[in-house]
Structure formats: C-alpha cells, structure tokens
C-alpha cells in the first residue's frame, strides 16, 4: 500500500476512534456510493452524520479540510441521500470533516462541524 494510503487509514482509524469517544455511534466505515466512498456515517442525538476525514503529515501546504473541494462536497451530498433513502433513515442530516495531521507521532485532530450546507 502507497505512503499516502496508509496515512489516510490511519486517519480514519484516529477519527473514528475519536467519534466514539465523544458519543457518536458509527454506523458505517467506508461505505461505497458509484465510484467513491464516505469515509464514516454515525449518528448522535438527532443526526446522521457524514463525515469526510482528511489527514495529513504536514500543515506545510495548507490544512487538510482545504482539500474537500465543492466537488467532493457534492459527492458526499448525493451519497447521504442516497444512504439516508436506501436505510430509511429520518434523522436530521449533517455534513462534518474531521482534519488530522500527524507529524512526528504528534496528532493534530480538528473536528468541524456543520463544514458545508447542500445549496440547490
């Protein structure tokens, strides 16, 4: 598996545990939609939360949230609609990034949530 891979499953491994920690119920990892994938969907209170997690090794080149991009937000929004229809679910729907950077075994974790609205 390529560095950069590795990275991001270890920052999944992070957030999720970081989720749970804080009360969140993971429902999904890695749930495929067509050609992509929603890295965690949990749920707390009265939300389904997607949540896109994005990791780095450095802040050199910009945070990690700076790479959801309105595209990946608009694929994260068609796939919430398409798990929330398919499992039937009527909670309050919310988009979250997690942004991890880990840099010589220190972790940076920033939780942001509410990160985007669906617009029409």
């Known amino acids: 598996m390529a560095q950069h891979n590795e990275l991001g499953k270890k920052g999944e ?11 969140f119920k993971i429902l999904e990892r890695n749930w495929r939609y067509r050609k992509g994938e929603v890295d965690v969907i949990c749920s707390k209170e009265e939300f389904i939360v997607f ?9 050199f080149f910009g945070q990690p949230e700076e790479a959801v991009n309105k595209k990946k937000q608009r ?3 068609l796939a919430a609609d398409a798990y929330v229809n398919q499992k039937d679910i009527l909670l309050e729907v919310r988009y979250d990034i997690i942004s991890i950077i880990i840099h010589q075994k220190k972790q940076t974790i920033r939780h942001i ?7 029409l």
Do not use: H, M, W
């Open 51 to 59: 949540v896109e997690v994005k990791t780095r090794s450095t802040g």
């Open 13 to 23: 491994e992070i957030a999720t545990r970081y989720l749970a920690k804080n009360g």
């Open 113 to 119: 949530q509410d990160a985007f609205y669906p617009t």
């Open 75 to 77: 694929f994260l929004i």
